[in-house]
């Protein structure tokens, strides 16, 4: 029997980009080599704004899962 079912799903994608954005000093050593790249993982991921939109359109897939039922009817 058909149903209309309704549901969220949460799809996960991984994409490697590569883009020019001055990196703040404070993740830099003396010579301009990243030196804390954890802490300039941390900034992008809080700074999105400053480098999202300059992100050339690709990703691939790596799960998708239904979330739950949400209705059925």
């Known amino acids: 029997m058909n149903?209309?079912?309704?549901?969220?799903i949460e799809i996960v994608t991984l994409g490697e980009?590569?883009?020019?954005?001055?990196?703040?000093e404070e993740?830099?050593?003396e010579d301009g080599e990243v030196c804390d790249e954890d802490g300039l993982c941390d900034w992008?991921?809080?700074?999105d704004e400053k480098w999202?939109?300059?992100v050339p359109d690709y990703e691939?897939?790596?799960s998708?899962?239904?979330v739950e039922i949400a209705n059925v009817y």
């Open 17 to 24: 980009i590569e883009i020019e954005i001055d990196v703040p």
């Open 52 to 54: 999202y939109e300059t």
């Open 60 to 62: 691939e897939i790596q």
């Open 44 to 47: 992008l991921n809080d700074n």
């Open 27 to 29: 993740f830099l050593d």
């Open 64 to 66: 998708m899962e239904v």
């Open 3 to 8: 149903k209309t079912v309704k549901f969220p």
